[in-house]
């Protein structure tokens, strides 16, 4: 099946500063990337999508100069937690779709980062 | 907002077919019905998907109701590394995924 890598897996980092996690599909070329957050007990929410070469589309209620998303090849997308507080730990999982696979689009998940912000 | 109904915990004995239901009564005509599991501290894992036929792979089956408002998830032989949280998602072609809660399986030994 279709990899896709996320990396790092686990942060920590102090208040104010900004975290970049990175996003990459190993053996497919992903036309459009996803991001996801996921709070302890809930379920993944969708924050942005992603497609190569163009500005990410946020989900209502996601501060986009917060999560900045750049998605410069069709491998590779990456996420910026900007001036991370501790409200923002959580973990972050991206998702992958390409289109070479049965004609069916399906999306591929990455491991997830944890983010901890002390 | 996710389109789906599911039960929140269900068990199963290790060995036994494992049926999860999904609720999807407003699915559109395009859309299709996705299942994917998430196991503790993991990115969620690709199971099946299907628009209105019956579908199966190595891992599960996928049934769909006539009317395409429901479907069950099979897992013919439940082990224990199967326990996880279980999603099914409507989304037209892989469009976006909106997760609802899903249901949490546990295979006993």
């Known amino acids: 099946g279709a990899v896709v890598s996320q990396h790092p897996s686990w942060v920590i980092c102090k208040s104010g500063t900004s975290v970049k996690i990175e996003c990459r599909s190993l053996?497919?070329?992903?036309?459009?990337m996803f991001w996801y957050r996921q709070f302890p007990k809930q379920s993944l929410m969708l924050m942005a999508t992603s497609n190569e070469g163009s500005k990410a589309t946020y989900e209502q209620g996601v501060e986009k100069d917060k999560f900045l998303i750049n998605h410069a090849s069709l491998t590779l997308s990456t996420l910026t937690v900007t001036s991370a507080h501790p409200e923002d730990s959580s973990f972050y999982i991206c998702?992958?779709?390409?289109?070479?696979?049965?004609?069916?689009?399906?999306?591929?998940f990455g491991a997830g980062t944890r983010l901890s912000v002390l | 907002d996710a389109k789906t109904t599911q039960p929140p915990s269900m068990d199963c004995a290790e060995g036994r077919a494992a049926n999860l239901p999904c609720n999807h009564s407003?699915?559109?005509?395009?859309?299709?019905v996705y299942w994917y599991r998430q196991i503790h501290s993991q990115g969620p894992q690709y199971i099946i998907h299907g628009l209105k036929n019956n579908e199966t792979n190595e891992m599960a089956s996928l049934i769909i109701t006539e009317d395409r408002k429901s479907s069950t998830l099979i897992l013919p032989h439940a082990t224990l590394r199967d326990t996880a949280v279980y999603y099914c998602i409507i989304s037209n072609t892989g469009n976006q995924f909106y997760f609802g809660t899903g249901t949490s399986l546990t295979v006993i030994p």
């Open positions: 998702s992958a779709r390409g289109a070479a696979f049965g004609g069916e689009n399906i999306q591929y």
């Open positions: 053996d497919f070329q992903a036309t459009t």
């Open positions: 407003t699915i559109s005509g395009n859309e299709y």
